[in-house]
């Protein structure tokens, strides 16, 4: 019975500390969908190779957001007409390049200082990585045919070529005149109360479950199995990897929970465990079909996974 | 029947804002009745009640009118649809009103690491009584020489802490965030014959330091002169 009470008391302990992180996660997200302009300065982004994603993974500090409420707002970018590179790079990296997420992971672990410089970096790194490895593939074959549609309306054809969008519209050409864009229509703001409240509703059902995992596995599982993992350098980085992919708790949150097994593992695998989950998870593999088709979600989820193992063996390979 | 389906649809269309509020009274209410103090460390005690009260602001304001047009979202759950997630979301929040924390501190310690978090600036200038548990804990982790402190008079409170193959300490918890953190700072006693702490038991004791061979080792060991049995004190996680 005590073992039982002990979890119910760390998962409160969790959830009452990450309730005020999601909401202020989820209120800055709705805010940016308030605030964010149809297309105006968007034609302004950067479209090269390498400028497109550095700005996107950049963006993650003005619309900071928890990759719940990114991804709506990575979607809204990308239909706008912004560089695919940019929609990218805020999508991947700005879950944890944001002020919101690096002052929760300073406030987990502030003994950690090289935590609160790897954990960025790495993010940023991994949007890069991601970018190239989809820049190969055509429009048409990554973005889902509702969000192609969207974006074919709002992209500017007289500035952007049929070979540079890679959209598959075949005769369109470089001088046709640009088709009307939609009217920019703000949420009132009733709506957004609502969509806001729903949306945080709907993301706190996600907090309970990945805090009762987290709680469990931390009461639970014997402690010599912890360290049975957590000694071998990239097994622990796998467990933790896996983990990160299961429990799918945001990333304004997630260093909380990271917590419970920071003691317990490899440094690589902590930093694994932060930056994966961000990218990869249960939670986000639904979230993302609202923006990629199911083939560019396995790359990304593949890409993803073996970047972050790179990582991790790497900072294993410095602080062990 | 057409009168239940109606019953219904009004409940799913209320939900969001009930389940808001009923969050928002959750966290409002776990800051006003001190359960915090029992999971989470001091420093985020405002933010959760800050949190709370903003809930519970966007459930009244979701059916004040306030000049805006009735929200959509309200209409969309109107067909009686609930999702069932916000059922697992409202009844997680009712068990953890309905069923308060109780944590076996010496259970939770027992699977923690022992590697103590930085702590505040030691005060060295106080007297030794006046000294905390965790300060001890510090200030003979940070001076190996525990020959230093042979006499010094101790007056410190904590609870049994059991850990496998040991015999039992005084100890307390640290924190840095909440309860999936806890570290604990445990200190030696030479019981007094007879005397059998019960594993979570919260003590006071009043003894000297010295220093006794243990295992080979010369370790700080608390002689105690009187132990008291008192509550739990109201904030018993220290940062």
Request: proline share 10%; hydrophobic share 55%; net charge positive.
């Amino acid at each position: 019975m005590a073992p039982l009470s002990t979890a119910w008391a760390i998962f409160q302990g969790l959830l009452l500390e990450a309730l005020p992180f999601l909401l202020l996660g989820v209120a800055i997200s709705g805010l940016a969908r308030w605030l964010l302009p149809q297309t105006g300065w968007i034609r302004l982004l950067p479209r090269q190779p390498f400028l497109a994603p550095v700005v996107g993974a950049l963006m993650g500090f003005a619309l900071p957001a928890c990759e719940c409420g990114n991804v709506p707002i990575a979607r809204r970018l990308i239909a706008s007409g912004a560089p695919l590179g940019t929609g990218f790079g805020f999508l991947f990296a700005a879950p944890v390049l944001n002020p919101i997420v690096i002052a929760s992971t300073w406030a987990a672990f502030p003994d950690q200082p090289w935590l609160l410089i790897a954990r960025p970096c790495g993010a940023f790194l991994i949007a890069l990585a991601l970018t190239f490895v989809l820049r190969p593939v055509p429009e048409h074959a990554l973005l889902t045919d509702a969000l192609l549609e969207e974006r074919r309306l709002c992209q500017p054809l007289a500035q952007v070529g049929l070979l540079e969008r890679r959209s598959g519209m075949l005769g369109a050409s470089a001088i046709e005149a640009p088709l009307p864009a939609p009217a920019p229509a703000r949420l009132a703001p009733a709506d957004l109360l609502a969509h806001s409240s729903r949306e945080f509703l709907d993301l706190l059902s996600l907090l309970v479950v990945g805090c009762a995992i987290a709680a469990s596995v931390q009461t639970f599982l014997p402690r010599s199995w912890l360290l049975a993992v957590g000694e071998a350098p990239t097994l622990s980085i796998l467990a933790l990897m896996l983990m990160a992919v299961v429990i799918s708790v945001c990333s304004s949150v997630d260093a909380f929970l990271a917590l419970g097994f920071a003691a317990q593992v490899t440094p690589g695998a902590l930093l694994a465990f932060l930056l994966l989950g961000p990218v990869v998870d249960l939670k986000l593999a639904g979230l993302f079909t609202v923006v990629l088709k199911p083939r560019a979600i396995a790359i990304t989820a593949v890409a993803a996974a073996m970047v972050v193992l790179l990582m991790g063996q790497w900072v294993n390979g410095l602080l062990l | 029947m057409g009168q239940w389906a109606a019953a219904v649809r009004v409940l799913a269309a209320m939900l969001p804002s009930l389940l808001l509020a009923l969050w928002g009274w959750l966290l409002f209410w776990s800051s006003w009745s001190g359960r915090l103090s029992l999971l989470l460390r001091e420093a985020f005690h405002p933010l959760v009640s800050l949190a709370g009260a903003l809930l519970l602001l966007l459930a009244v304001l979701w059916w004040l009118p306030l000049g805006w047009r009735r929200p959509p979202a309200l209409r969309l759950r109107a067909s009686g649809a609930v999702p069932w997630h916000w059922v697992l979301s409202a009844g997680a929040a009712a068990a953890v009103l309905a069923f308060p924390p109780a944590p076996s501190f010496s259970d939770l310690a027992a699977t923690r690491p022992t590697a103590l978090p930085d702590g505040p600036v030691l005060i060295f200038h106080l007297p030794p009584e006046q000294r905390s548990l965790t300060e001890w804990v510090r200030l003979l982790r940070s001076q190996p020489d525990p020959a230093l402190h042979d006499g010094a008079p101790v007056r410190i409170s904590g609870f049994v802490l059991e850990r496998a193959g040991q015999p039992p300490q005084l100890a307390r918890l640290l924190v840095r965030c909440c309860l999936a953190d806890a570290t604990p700072a445990g200190l030696d006693v030479a019981w007094p014959g007879g005397v059998a702490p019960a594993v979570n038991q919260w003590l006071e004791i009043d003894g000297t330091m010295t220093v006794k061979s243990v295992a080979g080792r010369q370790r700080p060991v608390v002689v105690p002169e009187r132990i008291t049995p008192i509550p739990r004190p109201e904030r018993p996680l220290e940062p």
